[in-house]
């Protein structure tokens, strides 16, 4: 049997392809899930920042759309459900309360039909209350409503598996895993790791994703907080504590050891010094660093892959070329050498060349 698809026997004589789960899939080799909806439509002027609550679900299901696509393109395997945020304590902050079944179920429809049309996954999301507090039973069980609530709609999707995300308390992680492990269907959980380099109850890393494994997660690791340069340490030590597959999802910003967290970096310009979120434009990754960060993953045996808040499909794009792939948008990857001024193609005016070279030298050993 081909490594695409699977047959089974339908009604009658008809036999039909079953598509490959994440499981499947991660025992084969690496998945992308393409994350970052949030700020790309925040720059895009159609979300909110600071409350960011996904309300463009509703307003403009259009737009929703084709950025899924467009992460699709890029080469993400995954089309996860734009439900970050969009639970009963976030949407009270805007007003929108009663807009909850509407717009989990049209976020669920939007990712359906792209994912369903383009042979991708189907991911349901949910992430952090905003409400939890280890110490406070009343405010545990509004959690497990928020979560239960959110994934009674996702399986009435048919999703393929479960996104819990964006965790900086373990234990809210831990919540949200048994919630996820009575629908039956496999959990992806990831944690915003803060500052300090633990969770907010002190477990490091490794220990919290150690007890998401025994607890049943099918896939454990870190999302958003970090980029690249302050999550590569805290994934070695997480995939030498765990067996099951592990995911990095770092947001695409020069975080560091002094300000490791994409909250913390500083901006001297800003009125408080805080970058985070509307100015982090200086931090930001290209795509080449982000392509670095997937090999480097990728060597650690990280198997689930993507970036976060501040990622645009130029950065999956350049995450799956670094991973052996060409996805559909790679027909447009760049090729200077049919740039007027830098190029080397023969068909080009060798006045331009010559122009290029005199007026802006050369770029250094890559340009040569």
């Given at each position: 049997m081909g490594k695409r698809a699977r047959v089974r026997r339908g009604r009658g004589s008809r036999r039909v392809a079953k598509p490959r789960g994440l499981l499947e899939r991660l025992a084969e080799?690496?998945?992308?899930?393409?994350?970052?909806?949030?700020?790309?439509?925040?720059?895009?002027?159609?979300?909110?920042?600071?409350?960011?609550?996904?309300?463009?679900?509703?307003?403009?299901?259009?737009?929703?759309?084709?950025?899924?696509?467009?992460?699709?393109?890029?080469?993400?395997d995954v089309v996860e459900a734009f439900t970050y945020y969009a639970h009963r304590a976030k949407l009270r902050m805007v007003g929108r309360e009663g807009d909850l079944a509407t717009i989990n179920r049209t976020a669920l429809r939007i990712a359906k039909k792209v994912a369903r049309s383009t042979g991708t996954l189907l991911a349901g999301d949910i992430c952090n209350t905003s409400i939890y507090d280890p110490d406070?039973?009343?405010?545990?069980?509004?959690?497990?409503?928020?979560?239960?609530?959110?994934?009674?709609?996702?399986?009435?999707?048919?999703?393929?598996?479960?996104?819990?995300?964006?965790?900086?308390?373990?234990?809210?992680?831990?919540?949200?895993?048994?919630?996820?492990?009575?629908?039956?269907?496999?959990?992806?959980?990831?944690?915003?790791?803060?500052?300090d380099g633990t969770t907010r109850e002190g477990w490091t890393p490794a220990e919290a994703c150690r007890r998401l494994?025994?607890?049943?997660?099918?896939?454990?690791?870190?999302?958003?907080?970090?980029?690249?340069?302050?999550?590569?340490?805290?994934?070695?030590?997480?995939?030498?504590?765990?067996?099951?597959?592990?995911?990095?999802?770092?947001?695409?910003?020069?975080?560091?050891?002094?300000?490791?967290?994409?909250?913390?970096?500083s901006d001297p310009s800003r009125p408080?010094?805080?970058?985070?979120?509307?100015?982090?434009?200086?931090?930001?990754?290209?795509?080449?660093?982000?392509?670095?960060?997937?090999?480097?993953?990728?060597?650690?045996?990280?198997?689930?892959?993507g970036v976060c808040c501040g990622a645009g499909p130029h950065h999956i794009r350049s995450l799956a070329e670094a991973l052996g792939r060409r996805p559909p948008a790679s027909r447009f990857s760049p090729d200077m050498s049919k740039h007027i001024l830098f190029g080397s193609d023969k068909r080009l005016w060798q006045k331009n060349l010559e122009y290029g070279r005199q007026t802006y030298g050369a770029a250094g050993p890559a340009a040569r």
């Open positions: 080799g690496p998945v992308i899930c393409a994350e970052g909806y949030l700020f790309e439509f925040e720059r895009r002027g159609y979300l909110q920042a600071g409350a960011f609550v996904p309300e463009i679900v509703l307003e403009r299901p259009d737009l929703v759309e084709s950025l899924h696509r467009e992460f699709v393109h890029a080469g993400s406070d039973a009343r405010a545990q069980k509004q959690v497990r409503r928020i979560f239960d609530e959110q994934l009674g709609w996702a399986v009435d999707a048919g999703v393929d598996y479960v996104v819990a995300e964006t965790y900086a308390f373990g234990s809210e992680a831990l919540l949200a895993l048994e919630a996820i492990m009575r629908t039956g269907r496999p959990a992806v959980v990831t944690l915003a790791v803060p500052r494994e025994a607890a049943g997660a099918a896939v454990v690791g870190l999302n958003c907080a970090r980029g690249p340069a302050t999550m590569l340490p805290l994934l070695r030590e997480i995939r030498a504590a765990v067996s099951c597959p592990v995911a990095a999802l770092p947001v695409p910003y020069h975080t560091t050891v002094a300000e490791p967290v994409f909250q913390s970096l408080d010094h805080r970058a985070f979120p509307t100015a982090l434009d200086p931090f930001l990754c290209n795509r080449y660093e982000i392509a670095e960060f997937g090999k480097a993953a990728r060597a650690l045996d990280v198997r689930y892959l």
